[in-house]
């Protein structure tokens, strides 16, 4: 049963690491506050769905562009200075949406325009943070520091939205913002008091050119392919996270509250998945576990959209969540064992663009069929549209299919 759960050791034994895992922490609890307020201020000012995948989609090329510059950026200065000046100016951008919800009349231009830029500097402070890990703890303790990284997003994910729909109900719009502003002071002190991390030297000049050399490899890797493929298949399908509002306030004629639960289900499903993630290595086929993943999650959106009960809506979501996090655990497993060394860093860059950008390409897709159709329509036929796309992946990128980590030991063996 140990094996079933994560490993707290390098909490206990790096002091900057526990610094960064609970800047971190706070700042993804008020980031989550700020998404869920974000969406349901929207809603409020506009009625529409659309217009909530919309702001969210407007985010997108601002993130990753903060993540491209952000990482090159990372690579020739100190991390901690980018993470401290981050997180302040950051919490400078929350107070503006504060102060805008406020007003008597709210403007819908500061929201979007404010949010896009909070999106730049959280991508462009992102980079910096993951690569600071691996110099915070020791190499034997990376896959346990990554774990509890996990473990962390997850429960924020499943604390905040729950947190922000009390908030919204009890104090509005604004006291989420305002919390989200402290969640960033915590992160920019915290980051502050850790050791400095200077660059280590040794940056390419031209990092266009090494950028381009990336998207050539993938090309020919039908494998690291199939792992994109399969996760844009699930958020641009699957993920109605667009639809939250229109689901709590007019399907099931809930308060705030509700809209901050189907925000936080997910999550949940997430959280207890990633706790327990342990079995996940004895996996062999773990391109087709993959698939299956995804197409659970697919058919845990459409009972979602067809649930006549608030219950069951909230249980499909965190069984959607569960599979959603097993899928991710193994498509890391497959990405970084499968391409070569030199590539990992500019395949895990496209990587970041694309668990950033699907979630916001699938709030436009379920924004625009629910205007065109219903919220109802939208969620089920994206549901079931991803349980189609798996298929698709499965029948086109037959590597992927027929992936096998033994394949990989036995490789290993040979060799040794």
């Known amino acids: 049963m ?16 526990r610094l ?13 506050l700020t998404v869920v307020a974000i969406a349901y201020q929207v809603y409020q000012l506009t009625h529409s769905s659309l217009w909530v995948g919309l702001v969210s989609l407007i985010q997108l090329p601002l993130l990753i562009w903060g993540s491209l510059w952000g990482g090159a950026v990372g690579d020739r200065t100190d991390k901690r200075r980018i ?6 100016l950051l919490s400078l951008l929350s107070v503006g949406l504060a102060l805008n919800a406020q007003l008597t009349q709210p403007k819908l231009l500061v929201v979007i325009v404010l949010s896009a830029a909070a999106a730049f500097g959280g991508g462009f402070v992102n980079p910096a943070r ?10 034997h303790k990376l896959v346990a ?9 997850q429960l924020a994910t499943v604390v905040g939205p729950a947190i922000s729909g009390l908030l919204l109900a009890s104090f509005g719009v604004a006291s989420c913002y305002w919390i989200d502003v402290l ?3 915590i992160f920019a002190i915290a980051t502050l008091a850790m050791d400095p991390l200077p660059s280590s030297g040794g940056v390419a000049v031209s990092s266009w050119q090494a950028t381009k050399d990336g998207i050539a490899y993938l090309r020919t890797h039908s494998i690291a392919q199939a792992v994109y493929v399969a996760d844009l298949n699930a958020m641009i399908f699957g993920m109605p996270r667009a639809l939250f509002p229109a689901m709590g306030l007019t399907v099931f004629h809930g308060g705030p509250q509700l809209v901050g639960l189907f925000f936080a289900a997910p999550g949940f499903g997430a959280f207890l998945g990633a706790m327990t993630t ?5 996996v062999d086929r773990r391109g087709r576990a993959v698939l299956f993943a995804v197409a659970g999650w697919g058919l845990s959106i459409a009972i979602f959209g067809l649930s006549p009960w608030v219950g069951l809506a909230l249980a499909a979501l965190a069984l959607a969540g569960w599979a959603d996090v097993i899928s991710a655990v193994l498509r890391n497993a497959i990405l970084q064992s499968r391409i070569a060394d030199a590539y990992r860093g500019r395949l895990s860059a496209i990587q970041i663009a694309v668990v950033t950008g699907g979630p916001r390409l699938g709030d436009l897709e379920s924004g625009v069929v629910a205007g065109i159709t219903s919220t109802g329509i939208s969620i089920v036929s994206g549901g079931l549209a991803c349980v189609v796309g798996s298929l698709v ?20 063996a040979s060799r040794s």
């Open 83 to 88: 993470l401290s000046l981050g997180g302040g």
């Open 278 to 282: 342990g079995w996940v290595e004895r």
């Open 130 to 139: 993951n690569a600071s890990i691996p110099r915070l703890v020791d190499g």
């Open 20 to 32: 960064l895992f609970t800047g971190h922490l706070a700042s993804m609890l008020g980031n989550q």
């Open 2 to 17: 140990a094996r079933l759960f994560v490993d707290l050791s390098p909490l206990r034994a790096s002091r900057n690491f």
């Open 183 to 185: 969640s960033f002071v």
């Open 393 to 412: 992946v499965s029948w086109h990128w037959r590597s992927f299919w027929n992936e096998r980590a033994s394949e990989l030991e036995s490789s290993d």
């Open 145 to 153: 520091a990554y774990s509890l990284n996990q473990v962390g997003i």
